[in-house]
């Protein structure tokens, strides 16, 4: 028999799941409380949070009043988000960084932090516990991040320089801009799906992106998709369509 979430007890995982939802949002307004698939955005991640054999507590980090009564509907534990941190000038790592203060200061001290941004709805089945198992089994490894291989190799991209013309990266960065593809180094692109990293490595970096740090990918269909734009919403819901029409 499983235990309750937030139960303090040696017997959960010692792994908190952030998930932060404020209600502002200058591109999409209330974007975490918008319906997908005739489901609140955030509740595709609360979803996949409890379903996750590896995670010791889940909290909401908000200050929408809608999504945190929806989340302790769900049994989520809740963490008023102060004015300060619900801005578009807060950054994930302030947020963290406050839910793991207010664990420590409640009595917990979590070794392992696991954000996962609603913005990122569609996670494939056990993807939160493979990436907290990769992090587990590897100790020299501070943290892992959900990345996505990407359409276009970033090598391959043109920028501009001060003088307004276009340079290839592959020059840029020292690589021959003749090279073949397949002689690239390996490149990721962040979906925003999960960063689980160490506690202390997060304090001390200030980062989710840290020295040793590796990539979960998360490649399967739909699991890039992060809404940021209006035009990610319909992407979401194209993907929806797509899922149903298969399964008929």
């Not at 404020?22 to 489901?39: D, E, F, H, Q, V």
């Not at 534990?77 to 409640?106: I, N, Q």
């Not at 089994?137 to 996505?148: E, Q």
């Amino acid at each position: 028999m499983r235990l309750a979430r937030g139960h303090n007890s040696l017997m959960l995982p010692d792994v908190l799941a952030l998930i932060p939802a404020r209600a502002g949002s200058k591109r999409i307004p209330g974007k975490n409380a918008r319906l997908l698939g005739g489901k609140v955005l955030a509740q595709w991640t609360f979803d996949a949070a409890l379903s996750s054999q590896r995670i010791g507590k889940i909290l909401l980090s908000t200050d929408d009043a809608e999504l945190a009564e929806l989340a302790k509907e769900s049994d989520i534990a809740v963490l008023d988000r102060p004015v300060e941190l619900a801005g578009d000038h807060a950054t994930s790592v302030d947020v963290a960084l406050h839910a793991l203060d207010s664990e420590r200061a409640a009595g917990r001290n979590w070794e392992v932090l696991c954000l996962l941004q609603p913005t990122s709805p569609f996670r494939d089945a056990g993807r939160i516990d493979e990436g907290l198992e990769l992090l587990s089994s590897r100790p020299d490894i501070a943290a892992i991040v959900g990345a996505a291989t990407p359409a276009h190799h970033p090598l391959h991209c043109l920028i501009e320089n001060k003088d307004g013309h276009l340079v290839q990266v592959a020059a840029v960065d020292d690589q021959e801009t003749t090279s073949r593809s397949q002689d690239f180094p390996s490149a990721w692109a962040l979906t925003g799906s999960l960063y689980a990293i160490r506690n202390a490595v997060l304090r001390e970096h200030r980062s989710f992106l840290p020295p040793a740090c590796l990539p979960l990918a998360c490649d399967a269909p739909g699991e890039s998709i992060d809404i940021d734009w209006p035009q990610d919403f319909e992407r979401a819901e194209a993907h929806l369509q797509a899922l149903q029409a298969r399964s008929r």
